[in-house]
T-cell receptor, first 115, second 111 residues
Framework: NAGVTQTPKFQVLKTGQSMTLQCAQD?????MSWYRQDPGMGLRLIHY???????DQGEVPNGYNVSRSTTEDFPLRLLSAAPSQTSVYFC??????????????FGPGTRLLVL | KQEVTQIPAALSVPEGENLVLNCSFT??????LQWFRQDPGKGLTSLLL?????REQTSGRLNASLDKSSGRSTLYIAASQPGDSATYLC??????????FGQGTELSVKP
């Protein structure tokens, strides 16, 4: 299993540009989520999904869109990039249930710089 | 609103020392609590997961405890090694796979 994969690893955007951060998992996990990590702020939840076709907002959703058309993929779209969106983005997946099955698996992250 | 706090923010210890990292949360309505390790420039690796009905979990030199009623968890690292140097993150699961994170403790173990 590849686990949780994210592309690209690093991206530079100009203000106003749009892009999609890709996230895929091959563990058949129902739950997927996106976080951003900023110095001094920890990780904050952007959007999450409890299954294909179901998404909802997290703590900091403004400026981002998501969709979940398949169990495996959960892309994050930046509609019009702003310098405030400079951050490291992590995708995570897990499955409901008891015990180790609820362990969250994280991707390696995407570093985004918005100029 | 659930808030998670980790103390201390940074910790430096000599090799071989036993140490304790602290995590507190404001709302006891959690599904579980997880401890993660993050190396510089890398993703998060899950170390231990404690269900809300459990009191502790152990893995090798790591032991994590959970006191839900008081909103506290501790991560105990025995016989610390330089390879343990990393940032340790505590997070509570509030349902739907959603995590609320603390800001982390940056640990440095000196040879």
């Amino acid at each position: 299993n590849a686990g949780v994969t994210q592309t690209p690893k690093f991206q530079v955007l100009k203000t106003g540009q749009s892009m999609t951060l890709q996230c895929a998992q091959d563990m058949n996990h129902e739950y997927m989520s996106w976080y951003r990590q900023d110095p001094g702020m920890g990780l904050r939840l952007i959007h999450y999904s409890v299954g294909a076709g179901i998404t909802d907002q997290g703590e900091v959703p403004n400026g981002y869109n998501v969709s979940r058309s398949t169990t495996e993929d959960f892309p994050l779209r930046l509609l019009s990039a702003a310098p405030s969106q400079t951050s490291v983005y992590f995708c995570a997946s897990s499955t409901p249930g008891q015990g180790a099955g609820e362990t969250q698996y994280f991707g390696p992250g995407t570093r985004l710089l918005v100029l | 609103k659930q808030e998670v706090t980790q103390i201390p923010a940074a910790l430096s210890v000599p090799e071989g020392e036993n140490l304790v990292l602290n995590c507190s949360f404001t709302d006891s309505a959690i599904y579980n609590l997880q401890w993660f390790r993050q190396d510089p420039g890398k993703g998060l690796t899950s170390l231990l997961l404690i269900q809300s009905s459990q009191r502790e979990q152990t893995s090798g030199r790591l032991n994590a405890s959970l006191d839900k009623s008081s909103g506290r968890s501790t991560l105990y690292i025995a016989a610390s090694q330089p390879g343990d140097s990393a940032t340790y993150l505590c997070a509570v699961t509030i349902g739907g796979g959603k995590l609320i994170f603390g800001q982390g403790t940056e640990l440095s173990v000196k040879p």
